[in-house]
C-alpha cells in the first residue's frame, strides 16, 4: 500500500452499513450482513467501539482519535478497517446533501 493511498484512506469517512447488524460478544462482536449474509468477528472491544464511531467522524483519522487508539496501533486498526469495507460491512458515508 503506498503512502498516499493510507493518507486518502485515513482522509475519508465511513460508517457501518446500514445492512449490516453487530451482536455484542465477550470477545468484541459478531457483525452480520443481512444482505450478502456475510459473518465477521471483530475480535477486541476497540475496533468495535471504533466501527460504531465511524460515523460521527468526518474521517477515519478522527475516529481513530476519538476512540484514542494509540498511533502505533494505527496500522493494525486501518488493516481490520479494510477488510471490513472489502466485505462491505462499512461503507464510505455521503456527502453532506447526497442522496443514497
Given at each position: 500500500m503506498?503512502?498516499?493511498s493510507e493518507e486518502a484512506f485515513l482522509s475519508e469517512g465511513w460508517a457501518l452499513s446500514p445492512?449490516?447488524?453487530l451482536r455484542p460478544e465477550?470477545?468484541?462482536?459478531?457483525?452480520?450482513h443481512f444482505g450478502?449474509?456475510?459473518?465477521?468477528?471483530?475480535k477486541r472491544p476497540e475496533l468495535v467501539e471504533l466501527v460504531r464511531g465511524l460515523a460521527a467522524s468526518d474521517s477515519i483519522r478522527g475516529a481513530l482519535s476519538a476512540a484514542d487508539v494509540p498511533a502505533q496501533q494505527?496500522?493494525?486498526?486501518l488493516k481490520a478497517l479494510r477488510g471490513l469495507a472489502a466485505a462491505d460491512?462499512?461503507?464510505?458515508?455521503l456527502a453532506s446533501g447526497a442522496t443514497p
Amino acid at each position: 500500500m503506498s503512502a498516499f493511498s493510507e493518507e486518502a484512506f485515513l482522509s475519508e469517512g465511513w460508517a457501518l452499513s446500514p445492512s449490516v447488524a453487530l451482536r455484542p460478544e465477550p470477545f468484541g462482536a459478531l457483525a452480520y450482513h443481512f444482505g450478502n449474509r456475510r459473518l465477521t468477528f471483530l475480535k477486541r472491544p476497540e475496533l468495535v467501539e471504533l466501527v460504531r464511531g465511524l460515523a460521527a467522524s468526518d474521517s477515519i483519522r478522527g475516529a481513530l482519535s476519538a476512540a484514542d487508539v494509540p498511533a502505533q496501533q494505527w496500522p493494525a486498526y486501518l488493516k481490520a478497517l479494510r477488510g471490513l469495507a472489502a466485505a462491505d460491512m462499512i461503507r464510505p458515508q455521503l456527502a453532506s446533501g447526497a442522496t443514497p
